[in-house]
């Protein structure tokens, strides 16, 4: 998901503070990293948060103002067979983590936009 917002704030700043709220949630391998076209924050696993890849997030300056997106680092494969079936083979252990992994993924992606948010009507 991308938001983009009207407002000119110090990015780099803005960069320090998501990756304090990633390790404030215990993700591990923080990385922040400036490019050309702003920046690009990835954070690791998270024992608290059960999700199946690493996070990504990057910074954009635009021409009036900036852009934050947010997403899975790599794409999660889904559990591919009927539910029945799996289950009766023993599948339902991992539809069952595939399901909490995407319960936390929404989970964050809610708890990330809020706090963005309130960056941004802070600075």
Request: charged residues 30%; glycine residues 6%.
């Amino acid at each position: 998901m991308q938001k983009t917002f009207a407002k000119n704030i110090d990015l780099e700043r803005l960069t320090k503070q998501i990756a304090y709220f990633f390790e404030a949630r215990k993700f591990e391998d923080i990385t922040a990293v400036q490019n050309a076209a702003g920046y690009e924050i990835v954070a690791g696993d998270s024992q608290k948060y059960k999700i199946k890849s690493d996070l990504k997030v990057d910074i954009h300056r635009e021409a009036e103002g900036f852009s934050v997106s947010l997403e899975l680092a790599k794409e999660v494969k889904r559990f591919n067979y009927p539910v029945m079936l799996a289950t009766f083979f023993g599948g339902g252990y991992f539809f069952l983590k595939d399901l909490k992994s995407d319960e936390s993924w929404r989970k964050i992606e809610r708890e990330f936009w809020q706090t963005i948010g309130s960056m941004v009507m802070k600075a």
